[in-house]
């Protein structure tokens, strides 16, 4: 992949975070979320890509846009993966709490693990604890081994977690060790990534979470030198079945980063849409600008960058779009105008390239 193509990335999910950010706290997270996908939806046409969603919003059936298996970029070349999550936190911008991201991961075709919307085991670690711990561990046997490897007393390690009834076992354990907990309300990415930032402050990140999270955060910590092991956890028959049917033969296997990102290169860019650990979330100033705070980063060259922008809303044109798009009253109707944005912006763009 050309490296030029990490900065048109950061594009896409910074003006995705501008859709969502003016939903923050307003206690509407399927609006949220649909202002965010029809954004970077939008933008992802300007992107010089042969992309194909791997990771998405939903099966075809299910999404109007940014669906498993759709096209995006404008290009025949490079052909590449594309997992996204056009805003990772949708209850978290709903609510106004933190960790909320625009999140898009980038591979060479063929690399990045179809992960099924089901829940996965995770063990997320930083730099320090990678190769060195196992997910099929008990997690009291985790804990010891990871307090070992640090250096630190078993109450010196911060253990992250989302706050949820699943995981009533393992945090039991975690207090029984007497190791401090940090809970999250969702942002399982955010989450899984903070053990490889160590301003976070945060040692490992255990629990469930979603799949297509856990590919996410596999490819970001990929950039960072981190590690992440995960086993999916299929509910029934058909989740079953339809692990097998998206490729993975064994569905309990344990994941490692290779099986999720593959061997070859990846891009990983998050823009922050309410503020977190990791990144500010957008801010509007005055004279019609807001800011935003984004990290974009490489795998093949553990390259990390920080990108603060200031934006001119004004000019924003995508975000006209989404904000006429979302003034039509019932979401069947904005569902049929956001097809008809995306085709249209198509079809603009194939003229574009006829006439040059």
Known sequence: MEREMALEIVRVTEVAALASAPWMGRGDKNSADEAATLAMRA????????????????????APMLYIGEKVGNTDSPEVDVAVDPLEGTAIVAKGL??????????????????????????????ALVGKLSIEDPVDVTLHKASKALGKNMADITVMILDRDRHESIIKTLRKVGVRIKFISDGDVAGAMAPAFPEAGIDLYLGSGGAPEGVLAAAALSCLGGELQGRLMPANAAEFERCQAMGIENPYQILTMQDMIGTDDVIFAATGVTPGEILGGVRYLADDRAETHSIVMR??????????????????????????????????????????????????????????
Not at 43 to 62: A, K, L, P, Q, Y
């Open 43 to 62: 933008m992802f046409d300007s992107v010089s890509i042969n992309g194909t969603v791997v990771i998405g919003e939903g099966e075809m059936d299910e």
């Open 98 to 127: 933190n960790n909320a991201l625009s999140v898009i991961a980038v591979a060479d075709k063929g690399n990045l693990l179809h992960a099924p919307d089901m829940y996965m085991e995770k063990l997320a670690v930083g730099p």
């Open 299 to 356: 795998a093949k060259t553990k390259t990390i960058r920080y990108i603060k922008s200031l934006h001119y809303l004004p000019n924003k044109e995508v975000l006209h779009k989404v904000r006429k798009i979302q003034a039509t009253g019932q979401p069947e109707d904005r569902r049929i105008a956001a097809v008809e944005s995306v085709v249209s912006t198509k079809k603009q763009s194939v003229e574009s390239k006829s006439s040059s």
